[in-house]
């Protein structure tokens, strides 16, 4: 069984830097045909994709998102880690780990994690 779990700061102040994890258990984040994205969904709004770090290593991330949000991991962990920048209130959601399947979606979702951003 596979199991995600997110874990940070529930409180940010504007202009600071997000930093969430994801700690996998039940599989290795560097197994093949396999990512690991961060998902969003802000107070009565949809769900929005923030970016994923596929098995090879390499980052993609949404294009309203790109130059303030970064995802790494610790393969020593099996974690993946979710920073994102100069945060405004608009940022925030409860934020999600999900794994998704080449080809396949989304199979696995970790609790979510809520962060407010507020002075």
């Known amino acids: 069984q596979v199991q995600l779990q997110e874990s940070g700061p529930g409180l940010v102040k504007p202009s600071q830097t997000l930093s969430l994890t994801c700690t996998v258990s039940g599989d290795s984040i560097t197994s093949s045909y396999v990512f690991w994205a961060w998902i969003r969904q802000p107070p009565g709004k949809g769900l929005e994709w923030i970016g994923a770090?596929?098995?090879?290593?390499?980052?993609y991330y949404s294009p309203s998102l790109k130059s303030r949000a970064s995802i790494s991991r610790d393969t020593s962990k099996n974690q993946v880690t979710l920073h994102v920048s100069s945060v405004i209130p608009e940022d925030t959601a409860v934020y999600y780990c999900?794994?998704?399947?080449?080809?396949?979606?989304?199979?696995?979702w970790g609790q979510g994690t809520q962060v407010t951003v507020s002075s």
């Open positions: 770090i596929i098995y090879s290593g390499n980052t």
């Open positions: 999900v794994r998704v399947v080449d080809r396949v979606g989304v199979d696995y």
